[in-house]
């Protein structure tokens, strides 16, 4: 019931195309979904955020849209950019366990020139 | 702001011996620090939560004697890989919450230990 599921595995997009990346929950007591990008060699970093009481949330190129009735959150990158290379983690946590995180299993992004 | 730093940023060590291995919040202070472990091409794997001034609560199957976690301040703690093995080279990544009750974590750069 903590399992974050996270698809597709890989999954490649040409320079301004738009990259969809999915997630799907089972614990309904998660309140808190952020994204996560990550670069080779690096530590992941904080994308986009999202808390449960709003259904989207956009900053810049970056969108989360979030269906509570579904357990489901994606991330939507516009304008996909070589930069944008890398792999992308969702996660999940509950405020009161401590804001432990709950990790997908990643994507692997590559946007070709 | 926010900002995370790990030490060493690479190491390497021989079989049996030990590793330390530093966070600290740089412009802010973390009640909570987690520690993480990755291999190649997988996920983020937590391996223990930190509170500064308490012990460790490490995850199922994570062996609390091999993974010695210190968490003296607000600003700093430490993983020691003790006797170490090739089995235990992998990626490891900190991360550390506000104080104040924010959600947000903030990851450390990572440091990449290899045993031989």
């Known amino acids: 019931q903590q399992q974050v599921k996270q698809s597709p595995q890989s999954l490649i997009v040409q320079k301004g195309g738009i990259s969809i990346i999915n997630c799907a929950y089972e614990?309904?007591?998660?309140?808190?979904f952020p994204w996560y990008q990550q670069f080779p060699g690096k530590g992941p970093a904080l994308l986009i955020a999202i808390r449960p009481d709003v259904s989207e949330k956009k900053e810049g190129r970056f969108t989360i849209s979030f269906n509570k009735s579904a357990k489901q959150f994606s991330l939507h990158i516009m304008d996909s950019q070589p930069g944008d290379s890398a792999t992308y983690f969702c996660?999940?946590?509950?405020?009161?366990?401590?804001?432990?995180?709950?990790f997908g299993e990643g994507t692997q992004l590559t946007v070709n020139p | 702001g926010a900002v995370v730093s790990q030490h060493p940023s690479w190491v390497i060590c021989k079989s049996g011996t030990s590793v330390k291995i530093e966070c600290r919040s740089l412009d802010f202070q973390a009640t909570t620090m987690f520690w993480y472990r990755q291999f190649p091409k997988q996920s983020l794997m937590l391996m223990a939560t930190?509170?500064?001034?308490?012990?460790?609560?490490?995850e199922q199957g994570v062996e609390k004697d091999k993974f010695l976690i210190n968490h003296a301040s607000l600003t700093l703690s430490t993983l020691t890989v003790t006797s170490a093995h090739p089995e235990d080279s992998s990626f490891y990544i900190c991360?550390?919450?506000?104080?104040?009750?924010?959600?947000?974590?903030?990851f450390g750069p990572g440091t990449r230990l290899t045993v031989t």
């Open positions: 996660a999940a946590s509950i405020e009161t366990s401590g804001s432990r995180l709950t």
């Open positions: 614990n309904t007591a998660f309140d808190y």
């Open positions: 930190s509170n500064e001034g308490s012990k460790a609560t490490y």
């Open positions: 991360s550390a919450g506000r104080i104040a009750g924010s959600y947000e974590q903030y």
